[in-house]
């Protein structure tokens, strides 16, 4: 496809996620499309991160930091909440990059394990002190303020709308900077970095360095998406972030594709989810079903289901040119 081809469809499909509200009479079907793109916006963060070579358990413990910071800094402070977006992400981030100060060095399976402990004190840290609301968790968490649009009047956070729009903004934010960063001399070292650390290094490029900005910049993510899922839930729980969250959004991205960074959590996501829904699966047999799952995914779809998509039209012969 050309670049004003892909521009058009891109821009085609945009449309329609705007218009589909419209249509949709149901606001439990927009639930399930705000689930469904939360849920790959942190896949892609898992992406990004693991094309650096790197397996992180930590994708849920940022995702609550981001949630818990929005929800103190909104009740405790007083802050805006359109203001704490920024600002959970903003401490996600920062927290990160103190954390993978640490943990970045070790690598390999050292880090995964880190990640994981990380997550655990994560969690512990929210059920202990009262600051976080124990294991009660926190209530009555602020909606966004309401929004004056021009010739549409104010835009108020009481219906599924709103925050489906909120989310479609978010998403696009999250897909639009990749793109950037990943078409840049950062996503080419990154790419490096994952190939072959040894031979990056050889070249110039600092690993520690660019995984450490990867780890950042998914841990940043992260943390916005958990800001959106305290204000759109109204309360958090710590149980809610612990580390088989982390898991799930690894297999969104596996079943999706690993290789495509988009379109594949949005796949795997939208499949995990609005399958098991329109299944009405109990919560007791999900976790079977989701371990056979895995199984059958690593042996018949390796590459996950955009990577064999494209294997299949790969393997079309091409019409020869006269």
Do not use: Q
């Amino acid at each position: 496809m050309t670049p004003m081809s892909r521009a058009l469809l891109f821009l085609s499909v945009l449309l329609a996620f705007i218009l589909l509200p419209l249509f949709l009479e149901n606001p439990y079907y927009l639930h399930l499309l705000i689930l469904v793109a939360m849920n790959a916006a942190l896949a892609m963060s898992f992406i990004l991160i693991f094309r650096t070579g790197l397996i992180t358990i930590a994708i849920a413990a940022f995702w609550g930091i981001g949630a818990y910071s929005s929800a103190l800094l909104t009740m405790r402070l007083g802050i805006p909440v359109w203001v704490s977006f920024p600002l959970s992400a903003a401490i996600s981030a920062a927290v990160a990059w103190a954390v993978g100060m640490v943990i970045v060095k070790k690598g390999g399976f050292n880090f995964v394990i880190l990640s994981l402990v990380f997550s655990f004190i994560v969690v512990l840290l929210f059920s202990t002190f009262k600051f976080f609301g124990g294991h009660v968790g926190i209530f009555n968490i602020p909606r966004p303020e309401d929004i004056n649009l021009p010739f549409l009047g104010p835009l108020r956070f009481t219906s599924k709308a709103p925050y489906y729009y909120l989310m479609l903004l978010f998403i696009l934010l999250v897909i639009l900077s990749y793109r950037a960063m990943y078409s840049s001399w950062l996503g080419r070292a990154w790419r490096a970095v994952g190939l072959s650390p040894s031979l990056a290094e050889s070249i110039g490029i600092d690993v520690f360095k660019y995984r450490l900005l990867a780890f950042i910049v998914g841990s940043c993510t992260c943390g916005l998406m958990g800001s959106f899922f305290a204000h759109y839930y109204r309360a958090l729980a710590p149980a809610t972030f612990d580390p088989f969250k982390s898991l799930y959004v690894h297999l969104y991205a596996l079943l999706g594709g690993i290789d495509s960074a988009f379109l594949g959590p949005i796949v795997g996501s939208a499949i995990l989810i609005l399958v098991p829904e329109g299944l009405r699966i109990a919560k007791e047999v999900e976790p079977v079903l989701t371990g056979i799952l895995l199984v059958l995914l690593a042996i018949f779809l390796p590459g996950g289901i955009m990577g064999s998509i494209r294997a299949m039209f790969k393997r079309v012969p091409r019409p020869k040119r006269k």
